[in-house]
Protein backbone atom coordinates (compact mmCIF):
# COMPACT_ATOMS: atom_id res chain seq x y z
CA UNK A 1 0.00 0.00 0.00
CA UNK A 2 1.21 3.25 -0.59
CA UNK A 3 2.89 5.11 2.54
CA UNK A 4 0.66 7.78 4.18
CA UNK A 5 4.08 9.81 4.64
CA UNK A 6 2.00 13.38 4.53
CA UNK A 7 -0.50 15.15 6.12
CA UNK A 8 -4.15 14.46 4.78
CA UNK A 9 -7.07 16.93 4.27
CA UNK A 10 -10.62 15.71 5.49
CA UNK A 11 -13.54 17.07 3.51
CA UNK A 12 -15.99 17.91 6.59
CA UNK A 13 -20.05 16.30 6.81
CA UNK A 14 -22.79 18.52 7.24
CA UNK A 15 -25.61 17.97 9.59
CA UNK A 16 -28.95 19.69 9.58
CA UNK A 17 -30.84 20.63 12.73
CA UNK A 18 -33.81 21.84 13.75
CA UNK A 19 -32.17 24.19 16.10
CA UNK A 20 -29.33 25.36 13.78
CA UNK A 21 -28.28 28.24 11.52
CA UNK A 22 -27.50 28.94 7.69
CA UNK A 23 -24.95 31.75 8.73
CA UNK A 24 -21.84 29.40 9.77
CA UNK A 25 -19.10 32.55 10.53
CA UNK A 26 -17.05 32.74 11.96
CA UNK A 27 -15.60 29.30 10.63
CA UNK A 28 -17.14 29.16 7.34
CA UNK A 29 -18.46 31.53 5.01
CA UNK A 30 -21.52 30.36 3.47
CA UNK A 31 -21.27 26.20 3.35
CA UNK A 32 -17.34 23.88 3.96
CA UNK A 33 -15.48 23.55 0.98
CA UNK A 34 -16.64 19.96 0.43
CA UNK A 35 -14.77 18.35 -2.01
CA UNK A 36 -15.97 17.41 -5.04
CA UNK A 37 -16.32 13.90 -3.63
CA UNK A 38 -17.83 15.06 -0.61
CA UNK A 39 -21.73 14.50 0.30
CA UNK A 40 -23.86 15.31 3.44
CA UNK A 41 -25.79 11.58 3.18
CA UNK A 42 -25.36 9.80 -0.16
CA UNK A 43 -25.41 12.47 -3.17
CA UNK A 44 -24.66 15.99 -4.35
CA UNK A 45 -28.48 16.64 -4.39
CA UNK A 46 -28.37 16.48 -0.37
CA UNK A 47 -25.46 18.96 -0.18
CA UNK A 48 -27.25 21.16 -2.84
CA UNK A 49 -30.72 20.71 -0.62
CA UNK A 50 -28.92 21.84 2.94
CA UNK A 51 -28.68 25.18 1.17
CA UNK A 52 -31.68 25.85 2.42
CA UNK A 53 -31.86 23.93 5.65
CA UNK A 54 -30.63 24.62 9.32
CA UNK A 55 -27.32 23.54 9.97
CA UNK A 56 -26.54 22.51 13.24
CA UNK A 57 -23.09 20.49 13.17
CA UNK A 58 -20.26 20.32 10.84
CA UNK A 59 -18.63 17.10 11.59
CA UNK A 60 -14.77 17.08 10.67
CA UNK A 61 -13.67 13.48 11.25
CA UNK A 62 -16.84 11.56 10.58
CA UNK A 63 -16.23 8.09 9.14
CA UNK A 64 -17.87 9.35 6.10
CA UNK A 65 -15.81 12.23 5.81
CA UNK A 66 -13.32 11.56 2.90
CA UNK A 67 -9.80 12.48 1.86
CA UNK A 68 -9.07 15.08 -0.75
CA UNK A 69 -5.87 14.77 -1.25
CA UNK A 70 -2.70 11.65 -0.88
CA UNK A 71 -2.75 8.30 -1.93
CA UNK A 72 -6.14 8.02 -0.44
CA UNK A 73 -8.20 10.61 -1.84
CA UNK A 74 -11.56 9.56 -2.31
CA UNK A 75 -11.74 7.24 0.50
CA UNK A 76 -13.79 7.86 3.54
CA UNK A 77 -12.12 8.31 6.86
CA UNK A 78 -14.27 4.74 7.69
CA UNK A 79 -12.10 3.26 4.90
CA UNK A 80 -8.76 4.49 5.11
CA UNK A 81 -9.30 3.01 9.00
CA UNK A 82 -9.73 -0.38 7.87
CA UNK A 83 -7.51 -0.56 5.48
CA UNK A 84 -4.05 1.25 7.22
CA UNK A 85 -5.36 0.68 10.83
CA UNK A 86 -1.85 1.68 12.68
CA UNK A 87 -0.65 3.13 10.05
CA UNK A 88 -3.67 5.54 10.36
CA UNK A 89 -4.28 6.10 13.63
CA UNK A 90 -0.69 5.07 15.40
CA UNK A 91 0.61 2.11 17.90
CA UNK A 92 -1.08 2.64 20.24
CA UNK A 93 -4.51 2.41 18.88
CA UNK A 94 -6.44 -0.97 18.65
CA UNK A 95 -9.94 -0.27 17.41
CA UNK A 96 -10.99 -0.07 13.64
CA UNK A 97 -12.78 2.97 14.02
CA UNK A 98 -10.82 6.02 13.73
CA UNK A 99 -10.28 7.23 17.66
CA UNK A 100 -11.88 10.57 17.74
CA UNK A 101 -15.24 12.11 16.80
CA UNK A 102 -14.86 16.10 15.98
CA UNK A 103 -17.56 18.82 15.14
CA UNK A 104 -18.43 22.30 14.89
CA UNK A 105 -21.42 22.93 16.70
CA UNK A 106 -23.33 25.92 15.54
CA UNK A 107 -27.06 27.06 17.55
CA UNK A 108 -29.48 29.10 17.03
CA UNK A 109 -32.09 27.71 19.82
CA UNK A 110 -31.80 25.48 22.35
CA UNK A 111 -30.53 22.12 21.79
CA UNK A 112 -32.45 19.13 24.00
CA UNK A 113 -31.21 18.69 27.71
CA UNK A 114 -29.11 15.42 27.64
CA UNK A 115 -26.44 12.93 29.08
CA UNK A 116 -24.24 10.11 27.78
CA UNK A 117 -23.15 6.87 29.54
CA UNK A 118 -19.52 5.75 29.91
CA UNK A 119 -18.17 2.64 28.27
CA UNK A 120 -18.95 0.29 30.57
CA UNK A 121 -22.86 1.12 30.11
CA UNK A 122 -22.53 1.78 26.29
CA UNK A 123 -21.10 -2.34 26.23
CA UNK A 124 -24.10 -3.44 28.17
CA UNK A 125 -27.35 -1.39 27.30
CA UNK A 126 -26.27 -0.14 23.71
CA UNK A 127 -24.18 -3.05 22.52
CA UNK A 128 -21.46 -1.94 19.70
CA UNK A 129 -21.26 1.75 21.20
CA UNK A 130 -18.80 3.36 23.08
CA UNK A 131 -19.65 5.66 26.14
CA UNK A 132 -19.20 9.58 25.37
CA UNK A 133 -16.82 11.63 27.26
CA UNK A 134 -16.48 15.17 25.43
CA UNK A 135 -14.88 18.51 25.99
CA UNK A 136 -15.82 21.95 24.33
CA UNK A 137 -14.36 24.87 22.73
CA UNK A 138 -16.11 28.31 22.66
CA UNK A 139 -15.30 29.89 19.50
CA UNK A 140 -17.94 32.40 20.02
CA UNK A 141 -20.42 33.35 21.85
CA UNK A 142 -23.22 35.98 21.64
CA UNK A 143 -23.40 38.71 24.41
CA UNK A 144 -26.77 36.67 26.16
CA UNK A 145 -25.72 33.26 25.18
CA UNK A 146 -26.07 30.42 27.76
CA UNK A 147 -25.61 26.87 28.34
CA UNK A 148 -27.28 24.25 31.30
CA UNK A 149 -23.98 22.69 32.59
CA UNK A 150 -25.00 20.13 35.53
CA UNK A 151 -26.89 19.48 38.75
CA UNK A 152 -27.62 22.73 41.28
CA UNK A 153 -26.72 21.65 44.81
CA UNK A 154 -29.56 19.89 46.77
CA UNK A 155 -30.99 18.04 43.95
CA UNK A 156 -32.50 15.01 44.64
CA UNK A 157 -32.69 11.85 41.30
CA UNK A 158 -36.57 11.82 42.45
CA UNK A 159 -36.97 15.50 41.33
CA UNK A 160 -35.74 14.36 37.79
CA UNK A 161 -37.77 12.34 36.24
CA UNK A 162 -40.73 14.67 36.88
CA UNK A 163 -39.13 17.64 35.72
CA UNK A 164 -37.93 16.46 32.57
CA UNK A 165 -41.65 15.11 31.82
CA UNK A 166 -43.07 18.47 32.48
CA UNK A 167 -40.37 20.27 30.96
CA UNK A 168 -38.93 22.43 34.03
CA UNK A 169 -35.54 20.91 34.43
CA UNK A 170 -33.93 24.17 33.72
CA UNK A 171 -34.78 25.17 36.97
CA UNK A 172 -32.81 22.50 38.48
CA UNK A 173 -29.52 22.88 36.65
CA UNK A 174 -26.74 25.42 36.41
CA UNK A 175 -27.24 27.64 33.85
CA UNK A 176 -23.61 29.61 32.49
CA UNK A 177 -22.72 32.71 29.97
CA UNK A 178 -20.06 30.72 28.29
CA UNK A 179 -16.75 33.24 26.61
CA UNK A 180 -15.01 33.46 23.95
CA UNK A 181 -11.81 30.69 24.32
CA UNK A 182 -13.21 29.05 27.20
CA UNK A 183 -13.29 25.31 27.33
CA UNK A 184 -15.63 22.84 29.21
CA UNK A 185 -15.14 19.18 30.00
CA UNK A 186 -18.24 17.15 29.99
CA UNK A 187 -17.88 13.31 31.62
CA UNK A 188 -20.09 11.04 30.80
CA UNK A 189 -23.30 11.48 33.65
CA UNK A 190 -23.14 14.91 33.18
CA UNK A 191 -26.62 17.00 32.21
CA UNK A 192 -26.16 19.35 30.03
CA UNK A 193 -27.47 21.57 27.26
CA UNK A 194 -26.28 24.20 24.67
CA UNK A 195 -28.09 27.58 24.19
CA UNK A 196 -28.91 29.73 21.05
CA UNK A 197 -25.77 31.88 19.95
CA UNK A 198 -23.24 29.75 20.20
CA UNK A 199 -20.51 28.56 17.87
CA UNK A 200 -18.00 25.87 19.46
CA UNK A 201 -15.71 23.08 18.83
CA UNK A 202 -16.45 19.36 20.25
CA UNK A 203 -14.12 16.47 20.59
CA UNK A 204 -15.26 13.43 22.16
CA UNK A 205 -14.67 9.65 21.84
CA UNK A 206 -15.96 8.25 18.67
CA UNK A 207 -19.67 8.38 19.78
CA UNK A 208 -22.84 9.69 19.72
CA UNK A 209 -24.30 7.88 21.69
CA UNK A 210 -27.04 10.49 23.60
CA UNK A 211 -29.71 9.76 25.82
CA UNK A 212 -32.13 12.89 25.30
CA UNK A 213 -34.02 13.71 29.04
CA UNK A 214 -36.02 17.12 28.05
CA UNK A 215 -37.03 18.12 23.95
CA UNK A 216 -39.24 21.28 25.14
CA UNK A 217 -41.78 19.12 23.20
CA UNK A 218 -40.33 20.26 19.90
CA UNK A 219 -40.79 18.25 16.26
CA UNK A 220 -37.89 16.56 14.54
CA UNK A 221 -36.91 17.36 11.11
CA UNK A 222 -39.01 14.31 10.08
CA UNK A 223 -42.09 16.60 11.99
CA UNK A 224 -42.50 13.74 14.34
CA UNK A 225 -41.53 14.38 18.45
CA UNK A 226 -38.27 13.41 18.65
CA UNK A 227 -37.47 10.34 21.23
CA UNK A 228 -36.51 10.41 24.66
CA UNK A 229 -34.51 8.38 26.83
CA UNK A 230 -35.75 8.81 30.26
CA UNK A 231 -34.67 5.53 31.87
CA UNK A 232 -31.57 5.37 30.53
CA UNK A 233 -30.67 9.26 31.18
CA UNK A 234 -31.77 8.79 34.74
CA UNK A 235 -29.97 5.50 35.58
CA UNK A 236 -26.72 7.48 33.94
CA UNK A 237 -26.68 10.61 35.50
CA UNK A 238 -23.98 11.25 37.91
CA UNK A 239 -25.12 13.63 40.93
CA UNK A 240 -21.71 14.63 42.08
CA UNK A 241 -20.37 15.48 39.31
CA UNK A 242 -19.12 19.39 39.50
CA UNK A 243 -19.23 21.79 36.45
CA UNK A 244 -15.96 21.33 34.91
CA UNK A 245 -15.84 24.90 32.91
CA UNK A 246 -13.74 28.09 32.57
CA UNK A 247 -10.94 26.07 32.89
CA UNK A 248 -7.05 27.63 33.25
CA UNK A 249 -6.00 29.37 30.58
CA UNK A 250 -1.92 29.68 29.97
CA UNK A 251 -0.22 30.01 26.91
CA UNK A 252 3.32 29.60 26.30
CA UNK A 253 5.79 30.97 24.05
CA UNK A 254 6.71 29.49 20.83
CA UNK A 255 9.00 30.47 17.86
CA UNK A 256 6.05 30.06 15.95
CA UNK A 257 3.70 32.07 18.10
CA UNK A 258 2.48 30.42 21.24
CA UNK A 259 1.04 27.11 22.35
CA UNK A 260 -1.68 26.37 24.79
CA UNK A 261 -2.80 23.37 26.62
CA UNK A 262 -6.72 23.24 26.62
CA UNK A 263 -7.43 20.07 28.12
CA UNK A 264 -6.66 16.66 28.15
CA UNK A 265 -8.61 13.42 29.30
CA UNK A 266 -7.63 9.43 28.87
CA UNK A 267 -10.12 10.11 25.71
CA UNK A 268 -8.89 13.23 23.56
CA UNK A 269 -6.16 15.58 24.45
CA UNK A 270 -6.74 19.44 22.37
CA UNK A 271 -4.05 21.89 21.71
CA UNK A 272 -4.54 25.77 20.77
CA UNK A 273 -1.56 26.95 18.30
CA UNK A 274 -1.31 30.52 17.74
CA UNK A 275 1.29 31.08 14.34
CA UNK A 276 2.73 34.02 13.28
CA UNK A 277 5.79 32.31 11.75
CA UNK A 278 6.30 29.79 9.82
CA UNK A 279 6.39 26.31 12.06
CA UNK A 280 8.21 22.51 11.41
CA UNK A 281 5.73 19.78 12.35
CA UNK A 282 6.03 15.79 12.08
CA UNK A 283 3.71 12.89 12.26
CA UNK A 284 4.18 11.05 15.81
CA UNK A 285 4.64 7.27 15.95
CA UNK A 286 2.18 6.73 18.66
CA UNK A 287 -0.75 8.68 17.15
CA UNK A 288 -2.41 10.08 15.39
CA UNK A 289 -3.23 13.63 15.38
CA UNK A 290 -5.91 16.11 13.44
CA UNK A 291 -5.05 19.84 13.15
CA UNK A 292 -7.92 22.22 12.54
CA UNK A 293 -7.94 25.71 11.27
CA UNK A 294 -9.92 28.36 13.64
CA UNK A 295 -8.37 31.10 11.44
CA UNK A 296 -6.07 32.38 9.25
CA UNK A 297 -4.76 30.87 6.39
CA UNK A 298 -1.40 29.63 4.39
CA UNK A 299 0.01 27.07 2.90
CA UNK A 300 1.30 23.65 4.24
CA UNK A 301 4.39 22.40 2.73
CA UNK A 302 5.18 18.88 1.98
CA UNK A 303 7.37 16.17 0.71
CA UNK A 304 4.52 15.79 -2.05
CA UNK A 305 3.81 19.81 -2.73
CA UNK A 306 2.51 22.16 -1.12
CA UNK A 307 -1.32 22.85 -0.19
CA UNK A 308 -3.28 26.21 0.77
CA UNK A 309 -5.06 25.59 4.22
CA UNK A 310 -7.27 28.27 5.52
CA UNK A 311 -10.12 28.47 7.83
CA UNK A 312 -12.23 25.37 8.27
CA UNK A 313 -10.23 22.92 7.38
CA UNK A 314 -9.13 20.25 8.90
CA UNK A 315 -5.88 17.78 8.15
CA UNK A 316 -5.18 14.09 9.81
CA UNK A 317 -1.54 13.62 10.55
CA UNK A 318 -0.57 10.17 10.57
CA UNK A 319 2.51 8.65 12.25
CA UNK A 320 4.65 8.15 9.37
CA UNK A 321 3.89 11.97 7.74
CA UNK A 322 7.47 13.09 7.53
CA UNK A 323 8.30 16.78 8.17
CA UNK A 324 6.28 19.40 7.13
CA UNK A 325 5.41 23.38 7.24
CA UNK A 326 2.71 25.15 7.89
CA UNK A 327 3.37 28.60 6.79
CA UNK A 328 0.55 31.06 7.18
CA UNK A 329 -0.12 34.07 4.95
CA UNK A 330 -2.40 35.19 7.47
CA UNK A 331 -2.30 34.85 11.52
CA UNK A 332 -3.36 31.13 12.33
CA UNK A 333 -5.08 30.32 15.25
CA UNK A 334 -5.65 26.32 15.25
CA UNK A 335 -6.34 22.86 17.43
CA UNK A 336 -4.67 20.10 17.69
CA UNK A 337 -6.19 16.74 19.17
CA UNK A 338 -5.22 13.28 19.34
CA UNK A 339 -5.67 11.01 22.27
CA UNK A 340 -2.54 11.72 24.62
CA UNK A 341 -0.24 10.33 26.89
CA UNK A 342 -1.79 12.02 29.82
CA UNK A 343 1.86 12.05 31.79
CA UNK A 344 4.09 12.27 28.45
CA UNK A 345 2.17 14.80 26.63
CA UNK A 346 0.64 17.57 29.20
CA UNK A 347 2.06 16.99 33.03
CA UNK A 348 5.55 16.51 32.53
CA UNK A 349 5.70 19.69 30.05
CA UNK A 350 3.15 21.71 32.24
CA UNK A 351 5.42 20.83 35.12
CA UNK A 352 8.65 21.94 33.23
CA UNK A 353 7.24 25.01 32.58
CA UNK A 354 6.47 25.69 35.69
CA UNK A 355 2.53 25.31 35.61
CA UNK A 356 1.26 24.24 39.49
CA UNK A 357 1.05 21.13 40.10
CA UNK A 358 -2.94 21.81 41.22
CA UNK A 359 -3.31 23.99 38.27
CA UNK A 360 -2.37 21.21 36.00
CA UNK A 361 -4.63 18.61 37.58
CA UNK A 362 -7.64 21.08 36.48
CA UNK A 363 -7.05 20.83 32.78
CA UNK A 364 -5.70 16.98 32.98
CA UNK A 365 -8.43 14.55 33.85
CA UNK A 366 -7.93 10.91 34.59
Known amino acids: MPKLDCPLQLSPVIKPKIWGRKNLSPI ?24 EQLIGEVWLTDDTARFLNGPVAGLTLAEVSRKYGPELHGRNWHDPRFPLLAKYIFTNDWLSVQVHPDDDYARTHDPGNFGKCEMWYIVHADRNAQL ?46 LGPGLVLFEAEENSDLTYRLD ?14 HLHKGLEVIRMDLPAYRDLPRREFREPYGSRRYVLASRFFA ?8 QASFQGSQERVEVLSMLAGDGR ?24 FRLVPRKNTRLL ?31
Open 28 to 51: YDGLPRLGARSTLGASQAAVAESR
Open 148 to 193: LLGLKAGVRKEDLGAAFQKGTCKALLNRFHPKAGEAIFIPPGTVHA
Open 215 to 228: DFGRLGLDGQPRPL
Open 270 to 277: VEELKMQK
Open 300 to 323: METTAGWFAYRTGDTWVVPPTAEQ
Open 336 to 366: KYYVPDLDKDFRRPLLARRMRPATIERIVFD
